[in-house]
């Protein structure tokens, strides 16, 4: 794991300005959420750490480097999407293993790390099977060993769960708190479900239109809200 800083980011899509000067600094196993209407930018963030999106101008830091010349791979970070891009024709075990297989580990140490992840995920039953033969909830979750397996520094998710149904999403949502609590990865959680935001992590961060409205602990944000976007979002009576 890694501590992540993101330093005055400014993002343009040709002459689009979409983010405006944002900065937050993530501590090492932290466990952030950013939330934000639709458009506000949350992907684009995400992305532009992960090194998908070139930065128009800031810096992006992982453990004290900055890392805006680095590949995504040599980022060491892992992301999960909504749209879980299992390979259909590979087992649960080979959609696992196959980044570690691209980075040229060994068939045991790529078993070993599978059989780790599979127990960590309750995916050990399911090894042998073909995405076609899972649950929706069964495919995050392989989607989530994939990324576990890699021991990244930094997960980032971007709405993992916005394509499950209501009572699934409740039970992956435990899920993912669950495992955060084993491996400790600092992450970064996409969400515009405040009640997901409000029990997963340990810091909320609120982006509205490119910029930071506010980022505090969900309990402060809830009861000090800096702004009517803000209670609207969090969802204070008050
Ligand atoms: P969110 O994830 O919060 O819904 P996004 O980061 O996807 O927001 O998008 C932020 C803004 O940037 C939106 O106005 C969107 O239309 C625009 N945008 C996103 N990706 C691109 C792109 N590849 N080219 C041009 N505009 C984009
Ligand atoms: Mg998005």
Do not use: W
Not at 90 to 102: D, E, H, R, S
Not at 219 to 231: C, T
Request: glycine share 8%; charged share 20%; hydrophobic share 40%.
């Amino acid at each position: 794991m890694a501590s992540v800083e993101l330093s005055n980011i400014h993002k343009a899509y040709g002459a689009l300005p979409v983010i405006h000067d944002v900065s937050l600094a993530i501590g090492d196993g932290e466990f952030i959420a950013l939330v934000g209407p639709s458009g506000c930018g949350k992907s684009t963030l995400l992305r532009m750490i992960a090194g998908l999106e070139e930065i128009t101008d800031g810096d992006v830091s992982i453990g004290g480097q900055v890392v805006n010349a680095l590949t995504p791979r040599e980022r060491n970070i892992a992301m999960v999407f909504q749209s879980y891009a299992l390979y259909p024709h590979m087992t649960v075990a080979q959609n696992m293993g196959f980044n570690l297989k691209l980075s040229g580990e060994t068939k045991q140490v790529i078993e070993q790390r599978v059989n780790e992840a599979a127990r960590m995920l309750d995916l050990t039953k399911l090894l042998d099977r073909k995405p076609a033969q899972l649950s929706g909830g069964q495919r995050q979750r392989v989607a989530m060993g994939r990324a576990v397996v890699r021991n990244p520094a930094v997960f980032l998710f971007d709405e993992p769960l916005s394509n499950l149904d209501a009572k699934l999403r409740v039970q992956m949502r435990s899920e993912i708190k669950a495992l955060h609590q084993k491996v400790q990865t600092t992450s970064i959680y996409v969400t515009h479900d405040q009640i997901e935001a409000m029990t997963l992590a340990d810091r909320i961060v609120v982006l509205n239109q490119g910029r930071i409205e506010q980022q505090g602990t969900p309990i402060d944000l809830y009861r000090q809200p800096a702004n009517l976007f803000v209670a609207g979002f969090i969802g204070s009576p008050a």
